[in-house]
C-alpha cells in the first residue's frame, strides 16, 4: 500500500478502547489518553483498568480454568482454535499493523511485515504443537506404575512492554492457551489499542469467554494489582530490570506465584579481523541498533570491533547511519520512526548528553528531529572512544544509540562482552569455526549468534541470564512455565 492509502485507513479507524474481561466489553471507572508519537495527537482515550477491573478479569480467568471447558478440551480441540486465531490475525494483518504503527511508532512496512508475521507464525506454531506433549512412565518395580504429568498451571497474567506489543503478548498467550491455562494480558499503557483488538479475535477464533482477558491500565496501578492477586498462578513479563524485581516482591508478598521475567538487555556485537564479510558486519550492526528505533532489549548496542578495523567498521557504521530514511511510520519509504513518546525520547537525550560529558566521541546524529510534525523522532546515533565504565557502555538505553568500544585480543573483547549485569544477546563475527565454539561458550548470553544478528525462529528458546531474566519465550521450552509436573505412583 502506498502512504495515501495508510493515512486513508489510520483515518478510518476506530479503535477498541474497553476491556475485555469474561468475553464482554468493560469500560471501567476512568480513562487515559494513547498519544500517537507519530504526531503527538491522541488516538484515543482507552478505559483504565483499577484493581476492581484486575479483580474481575482474575475471577473470570479462575472461573473458566476451574469450571470451564478450556483446560478439559482435548490438546487437539485446543490447537485447531490457536490455529483459527492465526488465520484470523491473518485477515486482519493490515488493521493490526496499522494500529500498532500508530501507537508506538514503528514503521508500518515493518508492523506489517515483521511484527505481525512473528504473531501469526507464533498462534500457528503453537496450534500445530499443542496435540504433540508426551507424558513420561518412568521405568519402575513390576508392582508400580509411575506416571508424570504435565498439567495446566492455572490462571496466567501476562505483563507486556510497548516495542513489540503483538509479538511479546503472542510469545505469552499462545504457549499458555495451548497448555490448558487462562490468561489476564495487562499490555503497556502506550499501546494498549493492538492488544485490546488481539482480544476480540481471539473470541472469533472461538476461545471460551473468560479464557483470555485484557485490562488496559498503568502498571503501579493495574500491574500491581495482577502482580499480588492470590488467584493468580503463574506471572509472566517481559520490561525493564527495575519492574522486574517489583514482580518478584509482589509474589513474595502474595501467593508465591511463579514469576518468569524478560528483562533489559545491553548486548555485545563482537566483530573480529577474520569476519567473513566487514561490510556485512557492518551493515548488520547498523540495522540491528537503528531497527525498531533501537526500542530492543536485544539491540547490539555495545559494538566492539577488534582495533585494527575498528575505523574501517566504525565508518561504514557511520555511513549507513546517516543514508537512514526517518520519517513518518506510515510511509512505506520510511525505514526509521518515532521513538515511544516525550518521556522516553528525553531518557533517551539524557543518555545523549551524559555521554558527550563522559568524553565519548560523538560520530553522528546525536539529536531531536522531525520536531515540527508534533513527533518524537531521534537522529540514528552512533558514539565511538566510549570508556568501558561509562554509563553509555552499561546502561540500556533502549533507543538508536550505538557505542562503539575497540579491543586488542580475543580475551579482552570477551571480558568487555561480560562485563554488565545484562545477559540477553550477544553477536560475533568470525571465520573460524573454532572461535566461533569457543568465544559462544564463554558468552553469558541466553543467545549468542554467528555472523547474523537477530536470527532464528519458534523452535529454538528466547530469553536471558542474569538481570536479563529467567525461564524461555518461544519454542517448546516456553511450555515449562505454564505447566506443572505431577507425580502418580499406582501400588499394583
Known amino acids: 500500500m502506498t502512504h495515501e492509502d495508510w493515512l486513508r485507513r489510520a483515518e478510518a479507524l476506530r479503535p477498541v478502547t474497553t476491556h475485555l474481561i469474561d468475553g464482554a466489553d468493560e469500560a471501567g471507572g ?33 472461573r473458566a480454568f476451574d469450571h470451564g471447558p478450556w483446560p478439559r478440551l482435548a490438546p487437539v480441540e485446543r490447537g ?32 506489517h511485515d515483521i511484527e505481525l508475521r512473528a504473531v501469526i507464525n507464533t498462534f500457528r506454531w503453537y496450534g500445530g504443537l499443542a496435540d504433540k506433549l508426551t507424558d513420561e512412565a518412568p521405568h519402575t518395580a513390576s508392582d508400580a506404575l509411575a506416571l508424570v504429568t504435565r498439567e495446566p498451571a492455572g490462571v496466567v497474567g501476562a505483563v507486556v512492554p510497548w516495542n513489540f506489543p503483538l509479538t511479546l503478548a503472542g510469545w505469552k498467550i499462545a504457549p499458555a492457551l495451548a497448555a490448558g491455562c487462562t490468561v489476564v494480558l495487562k499490555p503497556s499503557e502506550n499501546s494498549p489499542l493492538s492488544a485490546l483488538r488481539l482480544g476480540r479475535i481471539g473470541l472469533e477464533a472461538g476461545l471460551p469467554p473468560g479464557v483470555l482477558n485484557i485490562v488496559a491500565g498503568n502498571g ?58 566487514l561490510d556485512r558486519a557492518a551493515a548488520t550492526a547498523a540495522w540491528g541498533i537503528f531497527f525498531n528505533q533501537g526500542e530492543m532489549c536485544t ?50 537525550l539524557d543518555h545523549v548528553g551524559t555521554a558527550l560529558t563522559d568524553g565519548a566521541r560523538l560520530r553522528t546524529g546525536g539529536s531531536r528531529t522531525l520536531a515540527s510534525t508534533g513527533g518524537s523522532y531521534l537522529e540514528p546515533t552512533v558514539f565511538d572512544q566510549v570508556a568501558p565504565g561509562s554509563r ?41 569455526l573454532s572461535t566461533a565454539h569457543r568465544v559462544s561458550r564463554r558468552l553469558r548470553a541466553g543467545t549468542v549468534w554467528v555472523n547474523c544478528y537477530e536470527e532464528g525462529d519458534l523452535s529454538v528458546p528466547f530469553g536471558g541470564m542474569k538481570q536479563s531474566g529467567n525461564g524461555r519465550d518461544k519454542s517448546a521450552h516456553a511450555l515449562e512455565k505454564y505447566t506443572e509436573l505431577k507425580t502418580t505412583w499406582i501400588q499394583l
Open 392 to 432: 553509555l557502555a552499561r546502561e540500556e538505553v533502549f533507543g538508536p544509540v550505538l557505542s562503539v568500544l575497540a579491543f586488542d585480543d580475543l580475551d579482552e573483547a570477551v571480558a568487555l562482552a561480560n562485563a554488565t549485569e545484562y545477559g540477553l544477546a550477544a553477536g560475533l563475527w568470525t571465520s573460524d
Open 80 to 111: 485447531r482454535v490457536l490455529l483459527r486465531f492465526a488465520d484470523l490475525l491473518e485477515q486482519h494483518r493490515a488493521e493490526l499493523a496499522l494500529t500498532v504503527s500508530l501507537e508506538m511508532g514503528k514503521p508500518v512496512t515493518d508492523a
Open 299 to 348: 539491540a547490539p548496542s555495545r559494538l566492539l570491533v577488534h582495533r585494527s578495523v575498528a575505523e574501517q567498521v566504525t565508518e561504514a557504521v557511520v555511513a549507513r547511519a546517516r543514508a537512514l530514511r526517518i520519517g513518518d511510520p506510515l510511509d512505506p519509504a520510511t525505514e526509521m520512526g518515532a521513538l515511544v513518546g516525550e518521556s522516553h525520547l528525553g531518557r533517551v
Open 30 to 62: 476512568g480513562a487515559f489518553a494513547v498519544v500517537s508519537p507519530r504526531d503527538g495527537r491522541v488516538l484515543a482515550e482507552v478505559a483504565d483498568a483499577g484493581e476492581a477491573e484486575v479483580d474481575a478479569a482474575v475471577a473470570a480467568a479462575r
Open 220 to 277: 503501579p496501578v493495574a500491574g500491581r494489582a495482577l502482580g499480588l492477586h492470590p488467584d493468580v498462578d503463574v506471572l509472566a513479563f517481559t520490561g525493564s530490570t527495575a519492574v522486574g524485581r517489583q514482580f518478584l516482591h509482589y509474589a513474595a508478598d502474595s501467593n508465591l506465584k511463579r514469576v518468569w521475567l524478560e528483562l533489559g538487555g545491553k548486548s555485545p556485537n563482537i566483530v573480529l579481523p577474520d569476519a567473513p564479510d
